[in-house]
């Protein structure tokens, strides 16, 4: 069971906009920074969005980020069959006893 | 360029020990704290643990699910950190990625292509 929670799927026609949800709680989301993980089938996971809301370098501004209390959102504007993903949540959560970074458990984004 | 490379993956009976290692490049090695992160089969990602760096005292955190059993140590002369496993079960049977974190800390940024631990009788 993860610390955050994320709906397990989500699909939308190309061209749509999408959002992602992730819930947390005031020791993990509420009090820290979240950042968001695409992740291909049989690849490593990707840095899409950081610090709630900022994108590295390459990645295009139709991804978006944004947090609010205990909770994040991720969006995702002129979908493509490209974006066909796995997505992930994550930040710290220091109030646990041991381990300190948690991961919601993933939305599979279909893009029909 | 940023560069994670993972090595050491196989195949143990449960019970057992694995040791994986990961060679950096690309950055400033010794002055970065390291992580790995696992994901089984099918599932999502799970944080295994951390090592920091030397003026932190190489200080570590492992998940709860893995303490007592994982080890993760560092050597910065070769930019490599390790993950050794032991008393194995069936349920660490996983890709095992690892991390250089960035963003002041506060996000996973570059990762490796990962190995893959299989525990099985």
């Known amino acids: 069971q993860s610390v955050l929670t994320q709906s397990p799927s989500v699909s939308a026609a190309p061209g749509q906009k999408v959002t992602i949800s992730c819930s947390g709680s005031?020791?993990?989301?509420?009090?820290?920074?979240v950042s968001w993980y695409q992740q291909f089938r049989g690849t490593a996971p990707k840095l899409l969005i950081y610090?709630?809301?900022k994108r590295p370098s390459g990645i295009p501004d139709r991804f978006s980020g944004s947090k609010s209390g205990t909770s994040a959102t991720l969006g995702i504007t002129g979908l493509q069959t490209g974006d066909e993903a796995d997505y992930y949540c994550?930040?710290?959560?220091?109030?646990?006893?041991?381990?300190?970074?948690?991961f919601g458990g993933g939305t599979k984004l279909t893009v029909l | 360029e940023v560069q994670l490379v993972e090595s050491g993956g196989g195949l143990v009976q449960p019970g057992g020990s694995l040791k994986l290692s990961c060679a950096a490049s690309?950055?400033?090695?010794?002055?970065?704290?390291m992580y790995w992160v696992r994901q089984a089969s099918g599932k999502g990602l799970e944080w295994v643990g951390r090592?920091?760096?030397?003026?932190?005292?190489?200080?570590?955190a492992y998940a709860a699910s893995v303490t007592g059993r994982f080890t993760i140590s560092r050597d910065d002369s070769k930019n490599m950190t390790f993950l050794q496993m032991n008393s194995l079960k069936t349920e660490d049977t996983a890709m095992y990625f690892c991390?250089?974190?960035?963003?002041?800390?506060?996000?996973?940024?570059?990762w490796g292509q990962g190995a893959l631990g299989t525990v099985s009788s």
């Open positions: 991390v250089r974190p960035g963003c002041g800390g506060d996000c996973l940024e570059y």
């Open positions: 690309g950055f400033t090695f010794s002055g970065s704290a």
């Open positions: 610090d709630n809301n």
């Open positions: 994550g930040t710290w959560d220091p109030g646990l006893t041991s381990g300190n970074w948690v």
């Open positions: 005031s020791s993990n989301i509420g009090s820290n920074y």
């Open positions: 090592i920091r760096t030397k003026p932190n005292s190489y200080a570590t």
